[in-house]
């Protein structure tokens, strides 16, 4: 099998899915893993699939060096690897087994995107290095993910046909098609290495948010509303059919009509309410903060997660800690039900519009002039946060690819207009009964402040100049002008900085 169209490096959970996708496309595929069961477990499941007709081949490689001799030349070897200094040791093994420079090497972890700009200079002349962020979990990895590559432009040329093949697939609605059918593919070329690995990073960090703001409904229609698990579930599963249809939707009706196969009671009332996070979420708000681009959302989302870990503390405050809260009374059910309905979907049109910002403005710094109109495209489907409405972002940036901010948008300035009542009632509604939607309302402050033309900031600018001189500019000459009113001295005077 000296042939082979690739290689996959790391065959857990997601590098055995991506194998057994190409093979599935009839792609040979040559495998390693240090570790022997995920080998054995890989070469069990790939060898059986590859029995069908049409199917790829697929070899068990005992080391790089039967990995290398095995792949058709220039070789495709992709990492699915943990992020961080485990990729570095991976291509420095592979270069000292015998890489080429004219070998594409492509890490498909979640790597920090800067690591991989890093890369991308550091091995140039020694191989050409490659990263394709993978999103859809394991089920995406082997049905369907969504691809969003970057690196080198002529190596793209020989992955392409491979990535086109096994990423998910769209008609021409924008709706998510089967495996094998014709459809538009979710996987694009970005731009430079580090690029599709940024848009990954907050491909996640919109996912954070999103489902904080569904974990926000579930919670307000439990506590006030008096709701079962089963009840919200089919709540969310008739969301599921209009505006909020996506994936994270989806599951959420699900697991929330799903039973504990132990206890019998509903399965999330026996899940500990500590959430995890494994990073990408904090970079993307820490990114937004460096680069001066709001995501306050996405911010709280990661600061739910933080004080949800909290959970001895959070215990004691609700045994010492009290408030002035009166149950709302003579609360009609289904329409608190259909505010809260428009609330999450303004939050989550909101929450989107915080991350395209931040994709445009490290865009611009960087000068990937990224494409909005394609990402959102490959988004659509196989992703963690595909839903319905990332058609209508699609035909936004198609309209208007330099769009300052998503909300401009015509369809969705119309729909926030509507359904505002809704979003702000809702909060109004958490603020009294004490269930907070953080989530929720962030981005309702983010919006305001977005339509806001005289902000605060007046004063915030005079009281660092009191204290700190920093200096300010009027509004009646150009803002590049600076001046420091001498506060201190009488009578007071300005001068220009």
């Not at 240090?34 to 049409?54: F, H």
């Not at 420079?101 to 690591?115: A, C, F, P, Y």
């Not at 996070?277 to 993307?284: A, E, I, N, V």
């Not at 946060?385 to 940036?397: E, G, P, S």
Request: glycine share 8%; proline share 3%; charged share 20%.
């Amino acid at each position: 099998m000296s042939n082979a169209n690739i290689a996959m490096i790391g065959l857990g959970v997601m590098g055995k899915s991506l194998a057994l996708n190409l093979i599935d496309h009839g792609f040979s595929v040559v495998g390693f893993d240090i570790d022997p069961t995920n080998r054995a477990r890989a070469k069990s499941e790939a060898e059986r699939l590859s029995q069908q007709p049409q199917k790829g081949r697929y070899l068990a490689a005992m080391d790089l060096g039967e990995l290398l001799a095995n792949l058709a030349s220039p070789r495709v070897i992709a990492l699915s690897v943990p992020a961080g200094s485990i990729v570095d040791s991976v291509i420095v093994d592979l270069l000292n087994a015998g890489l080429s420079r004219e070998d594409i090497v492509v890490d498909t972890g979640n790597s920090l995107w800067t690591d991989s700009e890093r890369r991308e200079v550091e091995y140039q002349g020694k191989l050409r290095f490659f990263s394709t962020a993978v999103s859809g979990g394991e089920i995406g990895a082997r049905f369907g993910p969504s691809l969003m590559a970057s690196g080198d432009e002529e190596a793209w040329l020989q992955i392409e046909p491979m990535w086109q093949a096994i990423a998910a697939k769209v008609d021409s609605n924008g709706i998510p098609v089967g495996q094998f059918e014709a459809g538009e593919p979710c996987a694009a070329y970005l731009g430079r290495a580090g690029a599709g690995h940024y848009v990954k990073m907050v491909h996640n960090g919109i996912e954070y948010a999103d489902m904080q703001l569904i974990c926000e409904a579930y919670h307000f229609m439990s506590s006030v509303l008096s709701m079962s698990a089963q009840q919200i579930g089919q709540v969310f599963a008739q969301w599921n059919q209009g505006v909020l249809n996506s994936y994270l939707m989806e599951i959420s009706a699900d697991i929330l009509q799903t039973l504990d196969p132990v206890t019998g009671k509903p399965f999330v009332e026996i899940v500990l309410d500590k959430a995890g996070q494994k990073g990408t979420g904090l970079w993307t708000a820490v990114n937004s903060l460096q680069h001066g681009a709001p995501a306050p959302t996405i911010a709280q989302a990661v600061f739910a997660r933080a004080q949800s870990s909290q959970k001895s503390m959070r215990t004691k405050a609700a045994n010492c800690l009290s408030s002035d809260i009166e149950p709302l009374v003579g609360l009609e059910q289904q329409q608190t039900i259909s505010e809260l309905h428009d609330a999450v979907y303004c939050a989550k049109l909101t929450v989107y519009a915080q991350g395209f910002d931040l994709l445009k403005v490290t865009s611009d710094r960087e000068g990937w002039q990224l494409d909005f109109a394609n990402i959102a495209k490959i988004w659509r489907a196989g992703c963690i946060i595909r839903a319905v409405f990332l058609q209508h972002i699609t035909q936004a940036y198609r309209a208007t690819p330099d769009l300052d901010n998503l909300l401009f948008a015509e369809h969705f300035a119309t729909e926030l207009k509507s359904r505002s009542y809704g979003w702000r009632s809702s909060i109004a509604k958490s603020a009294m009964t004490g269930v907070p939607m953080a989530g929720i309302s962030s981005a309702l402050s983010y919006f305001d402040a977005l339509r806001c033309d005289v902000l605060p900031a007046n004063l915030l600018q005079a009281q660092r100049d009191y204290f700190g001189a920093h200096s300010y500019s009027r509004i009646d000459e150009d803002e590049a002008a600076k001046y420091h009113l001498n506060w201190h001295l009488e009578p007071r005077n300005q001068v220009r900085v």
